[in-house]
């Protein structure tokens, strides 16, 4: 495989339930993030992660945790989630935070609806 | 602080139409970076350019246009002959250095070509 992917690419869960978002890239990158796009919203950056360490989480509620075993891999954790959770999630990974080159390469998004 | 407007909610234009995409960015360094970026109705946003302050020099690439121009802060997308394919959202991205670089995303443009 090539690029970024994400897994699933659509999820429907209850607010009670417990599920995690994957994400795999397979550039080769040190950077990797998580961003929220709701309807008629603009994109909000939720969590940035280089080389494995978190380096910025945007006052993201607590019932969203990330988690970054190596630089290939991002997962987001979800549990009791609202209703205005419901978003597309977008997964991404660049190169490499301290230079230039970090043109962000996006994975397809995970549709996720919140019952 | 850094922003980056897209002040173009919804484009509408008629396939073979030429369109024009317009970004506003602010930004006090003189360093940075701009993007495009096109998110399909699939979701996935796909890289198209990335351009550094230092380099004003517009650029082709096929039915693609890049106007950058630093003396009034834009750095416009126009696409010539517009096709029902290019419908979709692009989005004008901004990236400096905070410690780190950072990208911000503006609202986005939807544009609408019909046949």
């Known amino acids: 495989e090539t690029g970024v992917t994400q897994t699933p690419r659509h999820l429907v869960m209850g607010m009670t339930n417990k599920k995690s978002l994957k994400c795999e890239q397979h550039l080769g990158h040190n950077a990797m993030y998580w961003y929220k796009q709701s309807a008629k919203k603009p994109l909000e950056l939720m969590f940035v992660?280089?080389?494995?360490?978190?380096?910025e989480n945007n006052s993201v509620p607590s019932r969203f945790s990330p988690e970054c075993p190596n630089s290939s891999h991002l997962f987001l954790h979800l549990h009791t989630l609202q209703p205005e959770d419901s978003a597309l999630y977008l997964c991404a990974s660049s190169q490499d935070l301290n230079t230039g080159a970090d043109t962000q390469y996006f994975g397809p998004g995970t549709r996720l609806t919140v019952l | 602080a850094q922003k980056v407007t897209q002040a173009q909610t919804e484009i509408s234009v008629v396939e073979k139409e030429d369109v024009t995409l317009d970004c506003v960015y602010e930004t006090r360094d003189t360093t940075y970076y701009l993007f495009w970026y096109k998110q399909p109705p699939s979701g996935e946003l796909v890289f198209l350019i990335r351009r550094n302050s230092f380099d004003e020099q517009n650029e082709i690439s096929g039915r693609y246009s890049w106007n950058f121009q630093k003396s009034t802060s834009s750095f416009n997308f126009t696409i010539t002959a517009s096709q029902v394919v290019d419908s979709a959202v692009y989005f004008c991205?901004?990236?400096?250095?905070?410690?780190?670089?950072?990208?911000?995303f503006g609202a986005g443009t939807r544009l609408f070509v019909k046949a």
């Open positions: 991205a901004l990236s400096f250095y905070t410690g780190g670089f950072k990208t911000i």
């Open positions: 992660y280089s080389l494995e360490e978190r380096v």
